[in-house]
């Protein structure tokens, strides 16, 4: 019985190596998910900048495929321990009996959020709980497991982690496992990276497949605003001069031309070059005070992202546009025609497709 879990691959150097590479890539999970949430879901209190401008693409980037390229890692320190769970006795002390629970809660949370992650990823929602609020407080859970874990096989960690493995085999080992984590953000990666675009067969969505060469998260046909008439975009609220103005309004304003990505949560990202007016010449036009907060909303009637918030270091940039045409042709009705907001630093749900109405207050 024994003797058939004895790979001379495992040894506890090896699970504390694997565990360091975990412990690093559920840091930068954390991290950038809490960004990525925070800025989703922006509280009143959250000072956000517009620039850099890409850098929600590369947190939300590092996230998703950091993520998928943690699978093979986290496959491989499940191997390398797994004659743990048959240890006998399973129970030595009250105090083991915690800690057994914690690892509990450490492996069954990281498998939740890979699995739950990957398929989201995937447009797949096979459970009755909503997504977001489900990963978003198990990732809490993972990581203050995570945090006793490290604490309590802090010796073991000190030993193994940081010296050089002694057995060629195992080294050999250790080196397969990351070439396989590489090998998997390689084939994922130009999701995002455009050059790496060509190698990301494993990746969930093609950057370039789309109308405009852009992809497109919800359509005109599923929003509802396929026929557009009579379009007025409408700025009001807090202004000294209400402005109503409809299409060809828009078109005579002075246009300007700024290259920002569409980076979306789950992932994927692509920059293209937008054409439009910027919102801060509508709102000084309208007479706003430099600190308003601005809501765009959408034509679009239901839907969890048809309206969104621009808070003042957006609005004032002058890369923020009401778009009116995408890669030098005007907005196909899934970007967001007649008009869409696009602003640096913001992640796609942001990016109000569709806009009929600027609201001040
Ligand atoms: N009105 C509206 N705008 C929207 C959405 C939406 O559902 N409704 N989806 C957002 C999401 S999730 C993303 S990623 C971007 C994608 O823009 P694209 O479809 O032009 O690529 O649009 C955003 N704008
Ligand atoms: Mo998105």
């Keep these: 019985m024994i003797a058939r879990f004895t790979s001379a691959l495992r040894s506890e150097q090896v699970a504390a190596k694997l565990g360091l590479w975990l412990g690093v890539s559920f840091t930068v999970a954390f991290a950038t998910g809490l960004f990525s949430h925070f800025l989703q879901h922006p509280p009143a209190w959250l000072l956000w900048p517009s620039r850099p401008v890409n850098l929600y693409r590369v947190t939300q980037g590092l996230h998703v495929v950091g993520g998928i390229a943690t699978v093979p890692l986290l496959l491989a320190k499940l191997w390398a321990v797994y004659p743990k769970l048959w240890q006998w006795p399973p129970l030595r002390s009250a105090g083991h009996g915690i800690e057994r629970l ?7 949370g990281a498998l939740f959020q890979l699995v739950t992650g990957l398929l989201n990823i995937a447009y797949v929602y096979p459970w009755p709980f909503g997504f977001l609020q489900a990963h978003y407080w198990t990732a809490y859970l993972v990581y203050g497991a995570l945090v006793i874990h490290v604490a309590t096989e802090w010796a073991k960690i000190r030993k193994g982690a940081w010296t050089r493995v002694e057995s060629q085999d195992r080294r050999r080992f250790l080196w397969t496992v990351a070439a396989a984590c590489g ?6 990666a130009g999701e995002t990276l455009t050059p790496l675009e060509r190698l990301a067969v494993l990746a969930p969505r093609d950057p370039r497949a789309g109308p405009q060469g852009v992809p497109v998260n919800r359509s005109a046909a599923a929003a509802g605003v396929e026929r557009v008439s009579g379009y007025r975009l409408t700025v009001t609220g807090a ?23 569409i980076a979306c949560v789950e992932g994927w990202s692509v920059e293209c070059e937008w054409t439009g007016v910027r919102l801060r010449d509508l709102l000084a036009a309208a ?6 907060l601005v809501t765009v909303e959408s034509l679009e009637r239901a839907g969890y992202y048809r309206s969104s918030e621009v808070r003042p270091p957006h609005w004032n940039d002058p890369l923020t546009l009401l778009a009116l045409k995408l890669n ?3 907005l196909d009705p899934d970007h967001g025609y007649p008009v869409r907001l696009i602003a640096p630093n913001r992640p796609g749900v942001q990016q109000t497709k569709w806009v009929s109405e600027v609201r001040v207050s």
């Design 102 to 108: 914690f690892v509990l809660v450490l492996v069954g």
């Design 239 to 261: 202004v000294r001069t209400p402005l109503f103005l409809g299409y060809a309004d828009l078109l005579r304003l002075p246009q300007h031309t700024v290259r920002l990505p």
């Design 287 to 292: 007479g706003a005070a430099p600190g308003a």
């Design 183 to 188: 090998l998997t953000a390689l084939v994922t």
């Design 328 to 330: 030098a042709r005007t």
